[in-house]
């Protein structure tokens, strides 16, 4: 039996079998295309095995447990899309950003680099202390300037600890 014939008899069920499995339609129509093209890559093999079928179905098994395992695959699927959350107001949001951005540039030179490395690069302390040249202290310290300047004048409330 070639591959093409095995898959135009038994390909619907396999794909019941999959739907079975996953209790998904979409998912065991994926789920059994990977199966189907793995054991296309081993046909000869499968073929003179006396019960191929029996193969096949034990690789569809498997693939959804492994599927299962993965724990990229923790979605659940469900039959209607839930309202998503309304975003506010596109051009606010922006004119928020603008001004914030106006007054990061208006900051003095090394509290400006701080924040920058410190929020947009993700370096701690350390690092930074070594590419200003200067203690981690006095990193902290422009920190510390920088945040509380930008809090003042864009009237953002203060939040605890030195990172928002």
């Known amino acids: 039996m070639t ?3 095995y ?3 038994r390909g619907p069920a396999l794909v019941r ?3 079975l499995l996953t209790g998904d ?3 065991a129509e994926d789920l059994t295309q990977d199966v189907l093209a793995r ?3 081993h046909w000869r093999k499968i073929a003179r095995a006396d019960r191929p079928d029996v193969y096949v179905r034990r ?3 498997n693939a959804n447990t492994s599927w299962w395992r993965r724990r990229s695959s923790r979605e659940l699927t469900v039959p209607e899309f839930a309202e998503r959350a309304g975003r506010g107001d596109l051009g606010g949001e922006a004119a928020d950003r603008d001004e914030m951005w106006r007054l990061i540039r208006a900051l003095p030179d090394r509290q400006r680099a701080v924040l920058v ?3 947009y690069e993700d370096l701690d302390d350390a690092t930074i202390a070594q590419i200003l040249d200067c203690s981690p202290v006095t990193v902290r310290t422009h920190a510390m300037r920088a945040l509380t300047h930008l809090r003042g004048r864009f009237a953002a409330p ?3 600890g030195s990172r928002p």
């Open 3 to 5: 591959f093409e014939e």
């Open 7 to 9: 898959v135009s008899s």
């Open 17 to 19: 079998l999959a739907r």
């Open 25 to 27: 339609e979409h998912r």
């Open 39 to 41: 054991a296309y890559l």
């Open 59 to 61: 690789m569809l098994v």
């Open 117 to 119: 490395l410190r929020y």
């Open 158 to 160: 203060a939040t605890n």
